[in-house]
C-alpha cells in the first residue's frame, strides 16, 4: 500500500488567478499541483486535500490578524511576525488573508493543522550570503541551491515560481517536522514559521 503525504506546502494565490501550487512528496516522488486560470483556487484546494490526507498543510498566506483587533497590541496593520520578516501586511492582503483564515478553519475541523509560512524569509534564511527579490526570481538558480538540500528532486525545473514557492513552504514543513524551523512572531498573535 502507498502512503499518503504527511504534509504539504501551498503557495496560496488569488482565487481565479490560477497561481496557488502545492507541492509533496509521496512515496519518496516530489509532485507538483497548480489550479488553473478562471477556476476556484479554494475548491481546488479543497478536493486536493481531501484526495491527500495530510495531517499538516504549510501555507504561504496570512493566517491570522494583527493582535490590535484583539486588544493584544496597538498595530492594527502588521503582527510582530510580519515586522519581523519584512512581509506585506495582512490588512493590505484583506480578502487572501480572508480565505486563507477560512480555509484554514475548514481544514481544522477536518483534523488538519495549517501553519503560516514564508518562503522569501526561507530562502534568505539558507542562503544568507545571496539576495533574492520575487520579481527577478531566476527558479533555475534557487532549483539548484534547494537541489543541494532536498534529495530526490525531480531533475526539471518547476515551470514558474508558485511551484517553486510551493516547494519553499514544503521545505518549511520539512524544517518544522525537524526541529530546525524558526517561529517569528507571538503564538498568541499567530507568526510565521520558516
Not at 512581509?87 to 480578502?95: D, I, K, R, V
Not at 477536518?110 to 527577478?136: A, M, N, R, W
Amino acid at each position: 500500500m502507498k502512503s499518503q503525504p504527511t504534509f504539504i506546502g501551498v503557495d496560496y494565490g488569488s482565487k481565479l488567478a490560477g497561481t496557488t501550487a502545492i507541492c509533496f512528496n509521496k512515496d519518496d516522488q516530489f509532485h507538483f499541483y497548480q489550479s488553473e486560470k478562471k477556476k476556484d483556487a479554494d475548491a481546488f484546494l479543497e478536493k486536493v486535500v481531501a484526495e491527500l490526507e495530510p495531517t499538516y498543510i504549510f501555507l504561504d498566506a496570512p493566517l491570522s490578524l494583527p493582535g490590535a483587533f484583539f486588544d493584544q497590541s496597538e498595530d492594527f496593520f502588521y503582527r510582530k511576525g510580519d515586522r519581523a520578516v519584512r512581509a506585506m501586511s495582512p490588512m493590505f492582503l484583506g480578502g487572501l488573508t480572508a480565505r486563507a483564515m477560512r480555509m484554514k478553519s475548514i481544514f481544522l475541523k477536518k483534523g488538519i493543522e495549517t501553519i503560516e509560512v514564508y518562503p522569501s524569509q526561507l530562502l534568505k534564511v539558507l542562503f544568507p550570503e545571496k539576495v533574492f527579490k520575487k520579481k527577478d526570481y531566476k527558479i533555475e538558480e534557487i532549483y539548484d541551491l534547494m537541489n543541494n538540500l532536498i534529495p530526490n528532486l525531480p531533475k526539471s525545473v518547476p515551470p514558474n515560481s508558485h511551484q517553486l514557492d510551493a516547494l519553499l513552504c514544503w521545505h518549511s514543513g520539512f524544517r518544522y517536522f525537524k526541529k530546525e524551523a524558526i517561529f517569528y512572531g507571538e503564538k498568541k498573535e499567530g507568526g510565521i514559521w520558516v
